[in-house]
C-alpha cells in the first residue's frame, strides 16, 4: 500500500491499519487481558475484605479475639484507604520500582500489571461489597438467625446472592474503567494498547491518526463489555413477566374446592 498524501487522514488512517493491524490487536489482547483476570481477581479479594468487614463485633468474645478483629480491622482499612487514596499510576511505580529496589522482587512488567489492577479493584469492590451487604434490610439476617442459621450459613445462603445482583452494574463499571485505566501501565513497559499505538505513531509522527484508530479500539472494547454485563443482568432479572395463579395448589392439592378467580369476586370450581 503507498504512502497516502500529507493531508489524506483516512488515508492515513486506513495505511496505519494495514501496516500495524496486528500490533494494534495484540495491543487490545493484553488491555481486555489485563482488564478482565484484574477484575476477576479485584472482586474475589473485594468479597472477601467487604464480607470481613461486615464481621459483627462480639462485646462478649474473648479479649485475645477482640483484639484480633480491631487489628484485622485497621489493616483492611488502611489497604482500602491507600489503595482508593492513590492513582494507579503512582502504584504502579512504586511497587514496580520499589519492590526491586527495597525487596530484591524483579517481577516482570506483566505480573506487575495484573498484580496492580487487581488490588486497586479489589479495594473498590471491597467498599462496594459492604454497601451492597449493608443495603439488604436487617430484618432478613434476624429471621435468618431465628430459623438457627449460623453467620456463615445467612452470608452464603441469604445476602451474598441478593448482595451480588445489587453489586453486578458497579462490577461493570470496575472492568469498564479498567479497559481504560490499563493504558497508564505503559510507564512500567506493559504492552498494552496505548503503548503499542505510542511506538506506531512514533514511525511515521501521525500521532491523530493512530490515536483516533485507538480511541475507536478503546471504545468497541467498552461498549461490548457493557452491552453483555447488561446482556447479563437482565437474564439474572428473569423476564419480569408473571401470571396469577388460579387455584392454590398448597392450599388445594386435589383443585376440588372453590378458588378465587383473580382479576374479580367470581367464585368458581376447577
Known sequence: MNLPNETDFFGWVLYLLDKYGMIFLRG???????????TLI?????????VLRTLPYNKKANPVIKI????????????IEVFRGTPMI?????????????FGV????????FFIVSINTGAY?????????????????EAAKAIGMTHWQT????????????????????????????????????????????SAAGAYFRYFEVFFIICVIYFIMTFTCSRLLRWMERKIDGSGYYSLVETDMMADPCGHNPVKKHGGNQIWKK
Request: proline share 2%; with cysteine.
Open 106 to 113: 524483579d517481577m516482570s512488567a506483566m505480573f506487575a500489571g
Open 125 to 141: 469492590m471491597a467498599e462496594t461489597v459492604r454497601g451492597g451487604i449493608d443495603s439488604i434490610d436487617v430484618g432478613q439476617t
Open 155 to 198: 452470608m452464603v445462603s441469604v445476602i451474598m446472592p441478593q448482595t451480588l445482583r445489587n453489586i453486578l452494574p458497579q462490577i461493570g463499571n470496575n472492568l469498564i474503567i479498567n479497559i481504560k485505566d490499563t493504558s497508564v501501565l505503559n510507564i512500567i513497559s506493559v504492552t498494552e494498547l496505548f503503548f503499542s499505538g505510542n
Open 42 to 50: 479485584g472482586c474475589l479479594i473485594g468479597l472477601l475484605v467487604g
Open 90 to 102: 503512582v502504584q504502579a511505580m512504586v511497587l514496580y520500582y520499589g519492590s526491586k529496589q527495597m
Open 68 to 79: 484480633l478483629y480491631k487489628v484485622l480491622q485497621f489493616i483492611l482499612a488502611v489497604y
Open 28 to 38: 487490545a489482547g493484553v488491555t481486555l487481558m489485563l482488564a478482565l483476570v484484574g
